[in-house]
């Protein structure tokens, strides 16, 4: 409805181009008044506005407050010089078919005598709907206004309608566009009907183009400007509702409210309004919107003496369901399904709603879009989804090992993944079985037949079939909520993902997390997730380039030498869109779900290649160890892209690498190894990938017979062994991936426990050897000689030798053979330290001999007592990254980067080191513990950053920027489940039998905390107590008897009330199989109670 504008602007203009309300009466005398007064004001002005600092010049000017919700947002002025409060609430519509954002103003008399008045309130400016007009409203708006109309369901004012005529183009092909934006507008509580819409701007501003000032309503009347003729083409209107002659006595309100949306076309608005301007209706929903939230973010109720920390955990989770979704079940026909979980029964789906990429009017560099539809879902960074989804089965264990499964799904034969991350679909095999669904469900032979062909045409998702239902005239004989469940009964699901631009280095880091959270859940399960789930491996329109066709032979940046970059890593691959191609629908022109997973055989022919989970992360972690850097410590960003820090895009062009890789491969190899032997079981895998590994060990049996030891001071030329071994594993790396470009062979081999074992061993061992290595180069930079013991986190490789191997780019330039290499230093990154710790976090005396290198290295931010990203990169060049381009303590350049940090303490509480965290949290370096004033946005929401003290302007430094939807979130939620829960809340007895345990990780003040004046709760027995919802439905309390902290402390006794009234008693730190199975499967339980 509005231009999109970036923050910065945005804040400039919304003040005159956003809502606005003009208020014009007269009054019989107001406070010290003689006589009447008549008045024009503009509540929310920027003329009025306080200055901070000018308290005594600005006594006479309006007291303005914000209130912010989790669901809506209200702001108050409350004028006292003319006697007038005017509140304004903004909430986005639940639970409709039509979407709307409502705005509901309110006026109030607070003088001491009667105010008429008449009021303009809504949108200074109301772009219409009709293709994409982003670009256009920025390059070409006032041309584009040509196309722009505002048209009407009526012949009164009431209804205008807003859109294009056709869509703003030169294309031989015409559309005719029919959605449009309304407004729709009545007083609250009176059944006068709909309120006269202005549209005119110029009625309104007059010839003031800034709109600054209402010179219309100067030289006229707001009564006068509704009786005008009105004129809506060719130029951009406006949406202002006009309320005329209202008299409210001392103390009375009246209420506008307002429904600002989009409709398919402008016949549908006399049905819009009669439902929304019914009475009650708007309340009703305001009620229901905040229910709603209460509702969703009851899923963490968690109850302790610090309310902040309370609602800071809704809010988390509440915006982390934002960026990754909320899962729901559906397929649910019957009380066994409902007993199930969706590994169990295959009827059951697990479909994510609300998950979007994050993006808002600070993150403009991302947009995002929702589908306008039931059940609706927008597409997802891989990154963020990957994290934001790794708590899910930790709330909702009915969902299984699905996140797993989709996710592992994503790896690719080359061992990347896509970048987009779409809404699963599905499909109908059986259209027999299709069609005797759609019987069940409708109530006519014609419904049944259109709802058959459509169950049979292909894939589809929820909201879609409710879309298509409404428009083709499908009549249900069911709810909505039956109808789905019998669909995806039968349905079956795909994940679905789009390649985007580039490999990013880091995507297959956040596989570990999603088992792990799993296998804390359901550790009885992990075998059959491993060994008998059966994957297919994604198949993108890109390919890595090899090496000897993206190192360029180009000038330094002074002209005077030359050097080789990595460029160009990943090429589109016009074989791989032709494969995709030959599964095109003749019919349709779309193409298949079955083009998104690679095959054997030739094009569109053969089956979807599948392997075994744990023979997907054997691959991965083959490749990625084949893909370290020639001195074997950091894993090469050959695919284009860094990894997490995407801010160090220049690092790839350097042929760099990263050690926070490196260190995630540590722990993928321990966990496949550690799988392995514990289940004794063979490894079958692609036969390319078993010749690619042959290779790999046998260049790794070569440099030990060589006799290669490192030196004792390592050099920046890498020796001569290491880089010979390189080479030769780099180009097994590329021929497997030659091999495997389009298809696999369909061939598989098999790789006994034994061998697994000793391979993974070896590698594993190497992976230590590398990382020791880069101890030892370590960093370098201002007041860092390299030996704090902080691990460094990145490196470069400069090729000091090399032949050109007759190949040229797309520019020209000359490709070339690397034969010697030099590796270079870069400062400290937080990320180093931190994903190093996940190696060492069961050592208590090498965690703490961390905790305090890094608290005293050049990444402690003294002042604000947190955490730089990185330490001072002064000096450095700007070919590592966009990062070079900010000013210092500014974006990713020395900033607080809150997702980083939050790791960081996330791994101080795996590693135990729980005075040091709760230090940390309480110092100010975690929500909600943070200092207002200076964070200078709500407690209860994270950043993407923090400007450090490394910024310039001290007026800026410890505010927060880039509100919300941050991979922080997804940290704080396992640092809650830690806290509340522990690190394994389900584990296998040595029976072999699942058990429950709960050892939370509770300091006293969050029982009580009297310094600051937090009273806690007691028990009957006059025991502290704190409590919290277990799997988002089961009320778990915490007795604490001792009356301390309950630091890794085991219950000594639970009891366990059933909905039925009935209680299980069990003494000791473990609930016994039967009852802990019924918790996870949320069957009958009401509530815990666990004693310490």
């Known amino acids: 409805m509005l231009e999109f504008s970036s923050a910065n602007k945005a804040y400039q203009q919304t003040p005159y181009l956003g809502f606005r309300t003009f208020l014009q009466g007269s009054r019989g005398g107001h406070g010290d008044e003689k006589g009447g007064s008549s008045f024009l004001m503009e509540p929310f002005s920027p003329a009025t506005a306080k200055v901070e600092g000018l308290d005594e010049e600005d006594s006479g000017k309006p007291t303005r407050t914000m209130y912010v919700g989790t669901n809506e947002m209200e702001i108050v002025e409350e004028d006292d010089v003319h006697g007038v409060t005017t509140s304004v609430t903004y909430f986005v519509l639940p639970e409709d078919t039509i979407a709307s954002l409502v705005r509901r103003t309110t006026i109030t008399n607070t003088g001491d005598d009667s105010l008429t008045f008449s009021a303009l309130d809504g949108l200074a400016r109301m772009e219409p709907t009709g293709g994409k007009l982003q670009w256009s409203l920025k390059n070409m708006g006032r041309t584009l206004e040509g196309w722009m109309g505002v048209y009407h369901a009526d012949d009164t004012l009431n209804l205008p309608f807003y859109r294009m005529s056709t869509e703003a183009s030169d294309d031989a092909s015409v559309k005719i566009e029919k959605a449009g934006h309304y407004a729709i507008s009545f007083v609250e509580g009176k059944k006068d009907g709909i309120l006269p819409i202005v549209y ?51 103390g009375e309100s009246i209420t506008v409210t307002s429904f600002y949306g989009e409709a398919d076309a402008v016949e549908k608005l006399p049905e819009i309004a009669k439902k929304i301007s019914s009475v009650g209706y708007s309340e009703k929903k305001l009620d229901r919107a905040r229910e709603l939230m209460l509702e969703l973010t009851s899923s963490v109720e968690t109850h302790t003496a610090n309310k902040l920390f309370d609602g800071a955990i809704k809010q988390n989770y509440l915006d982390n369901s934002l960026r990754g979704g909320m899962p729901l079940i559906l397929g649910e026909l019957d009380e066994e399904a409902r007993a199930s979980n969706a590994d169990e029964d295959e009827r059951l789906k697990v479909y994510h709603i609300f998950s979007r990429i994050h993006g808002d009017l600070e993150r403009d560099y991302n947009d995002f879009a929702i589908d306008p539809t039931f059940f609706s879902q927008g597409p997802g960074n891989f990154r963020d989804v990957a994290q934001n989804r790794r708590s899910d089965v930790i709330f909702s264990p009915r969902i299984g090992a699905f996140v797993v499964k989709q996710f592992l799904s994503f790896i690719q034969a080359d061992g990347y993944e896509p970048l987009t991350v779409e809404a699963v679909s599905y499909w109908i095999e059986d259209k027999n079985q299709g069609a005797r669904v759609a019987g069940r469900i409708t109530k006519t032979p014609e419904s049944a037949a259109i709802l058959g062909a459509i169950l049979g045409g292909g894939v589809f998702r929820p909201g879609q079939l409710f879309t298509l239902f409404e428009q083709i005239g499908v009549d249900l004989a069911v709810s909505n909520q039956q109808a789905i469940d019998e669909i995806m009964a039968i349905a079956t699901e795909s994940p679905m993902a789009v390649y985007g631009s580039g490999y990013w280095a880091d995507h297959w880091e956040y596989y570990l997390d999603l088992i792990e959270a799993y296998t804390s859940i359901y550790p009885d399960g992990e075998e059959s997730l491993m060994y008998d789930t059966q994957l297919q491996y994604f198949f993108s329109t890109a390919s890595v380039k090899p090496r000897s066709d993206k190192y360029v032979v180009d000038y330094t940046f002074d ?18 869109v032709a494969e995709q191609a030959a599964f095109r629908n003749k019919t ?67 042929v760099g690498s990263g050690m926070p890789e490196t260190f995630e491969l540590s722990e993928l190899l321990k966990y496949v190894l550690d799988v392995v032997t514990r289940y004794q079981r063979p490894l079958v895998i692609p036969v390319e990938l078993g010749l690619m590994v042959d290779r790999v060990n046998a260049a790794l049996t070569t440099l030990r017979e060589s006799g290669y030891e490192d030196a004792e001071t390592l050099q920046k030329d890498v020796p001569r062994e290491l880089f010979v071994y390189w080479d030769t594993v780099a180009a097994a790396r590329e021929d497997y991936r030659n091999t495997v470009t389009n298809f696999f062979s369909g061939e598989t081999t098999t790789i006994s426990a034994e061998d697994a074992i000793e391979m993974l061993t070896n590698w594993f061992d190497q992976v230590q050897i590398g990382v020791g290595r880069a101890m030892t180069i370590g960093s370098k930079g201002i007041d860092d000689d390299g030996t704090s013991g902080v691990p460094p986190s990145y490196f470069s490789y400069n090729i000091t030798s090399w032949v050109t191997n007759s190949k040229k780019n797309s520019k020209g330039l000359p490709l070339a053979n ?18 190093y710790m996940k190696l060492i976090k ?26 730089f990203l990185s330490a001072d990169l002064t000096g450095q060049s700007y070919d590592m990254g966009r990062m070079m381009a900010f000013a210092a303590g500014w974006l990713e350049n020395q900033s607080i980067w809150m997702h980083m940090s939050y790791k960081y303490y996330l791994q101080l509480l795996r590693g135990k080191l729980y005075d040091q965290f709760f230090t940390e949290m309480r110092g100010g ?65 040595d029976a072999g039998d699942v058990e429950m345990q709960l050892i939370p990780t509770l300091p006293i003040w969050l029982f009580e905390d009297l310094e600051a004046g937090a009273e806690g709760t007691r028990d009957d027995d006059g025991n502290l107590v704190v409590s919290f919802k277990l799997f988002a439905s089961i009320m778990v309390t915490y007795h604490n008897t001792l009356g301390t902290d309950l630091f890794d402390v085991s219950p000594t006794k639970y009891i366990v009330t059933m909905e039925d009234g009935s209680t299980v008693d069990v003494e000791g730190s473990s609930i016994p199989t039967k009852t802990a199975v019924q918790i996870r499967k949320l069957l009958g339980v009401q509530s815990i109670d666990a004693y310490f």
């Open 200 to 250: 005119d701007t110029e009625k309104v501003f007059g010839f003031s183009s800034t709109l600054q000032e209402p010179n219309g309503i100067r030289a006229s009347s707001i009564e006068d400007i509704v009786d005008m003729p009105q004129y809506g083409d060719a130029k951009t209107s406006s949406a202002f509702a006009a309320l005329r002659k209202v008299k409210l006595t001392p």
């Open 559 to 576: 002209g005077k030498s030359k050097h080789v970059l990595q460029l160009d890593a990943t090429s589109f691959d016009k074989d791989k």
């Open 588 to 654: 349709t022109g779309l193409i298949a779900n079955e083009a998104n997973w690679q095959r054997t055989g030739k094009a569109g022919e053969g089956r979807a290649f599948k392997s075994s989970a744990i023979a997907k992360l054997f691959l991965l972690g083959a490749i990625k160890y084949a893909t370290r850097d020639a001195y074997g410590m950091g894993v090469e960003y050959e695919g284009g892209r860094p990894g997490w820090n995407d801010a160090m895009n220049g690092l790839a062009g350097m």
């Open 818 to 835: 690397a034969k010697a290499m030099a590796v270079g230093v870069f400062p400290l990154f937080l990320e180093g330290p931190t994903r």
């Open 842 to 867: 069961d050592d208590e005396e090498q965690m703490n001999d961390m905790y305090n290198k890094v608290l005293n290295s050049g990444l402690r931010d003294e002042q604000l007592q947190m955490y």
């Open 925 to 989: 370096g975690m929500l909600p513990f943070m200092d207002p004033d200076v964070y200078g946005r709500s407690l209860m929401e994270c950043s993407s950053f923090i400007a450090s003290s490394a910024f310039k302007d001290p007026s800026v430094v410890g505010r927060g920027f880039l509100a919300r939807l941050s991979g922080s979130t997804a940290e704080f939620l396992s640092i809650w489940k830690l806290m509340f829960m522990g690190p394994n809340p389900y584990v296998i007895n």
